[in-house]
């Protein structure tokens, strides 16, 4: 059973930085793309930033220039390293994974709040 397992969250000030953490596991022999989507209250689920298994990345245009993801493949885990943050980057955090093999599939962590404020 594939589970992703986010960490990293919490409270921080404007200007700020945090970094999290998203953890695959259950077996997994491929993960195609790994990302982070959030969403604030009233507001729909948005991208963040995706890595493929070759490390192309995307970001969504409300970070570019201030979040940077990264991925390590023998461990199964994407990062997003956050700086500059402002108080619109405060939401929950989902992470996510499309993966192949016998376990083939999109799957979502449960998700992590990020609150920016003074």
């Known amino acids: 059973q594939v589970q992703l397992v986010e960490s990293g969250g919490g409270l921080v000030q404007p200007g700020g930085s945090l970094r999290l953490s998203c953890a695959a596991s259950?077996?997994?022999?491929?993960?195609?793309?790994m990302g982070w989507y959030r969403q604030a209250p009233g507001k729909q689920r948005e991208l963040v930033a995706t890595?493929?298994?070759?490390?192309?990345?995307n970001y969504g245009d409300s970070v570019k220039g201030r979040i940077t993801i990264s991925r390590d493949n023998a461990k199964n885990t994407v990062y997003l390293q956050m700086n500059s943050l402002k108080p619109e980057d405060t939401a929950v955090y989902y992470c996510?994974?499309?993966?192949?093999?016998?376990?083939?599939?999109?799957?979502w962590g449960q998700g992590i709040q990020v609150t920016v404020s003074s």
């Open positions: 890595i493929t298994s070759g490390s192309r990345t």
């Open positions: 259950g077996g997994i022999f491929s993960i195609y793309v």
């Open positions: 996510n994974a499309i993966i192949g093999g016998n376990y083939a599939g999109n799957y």
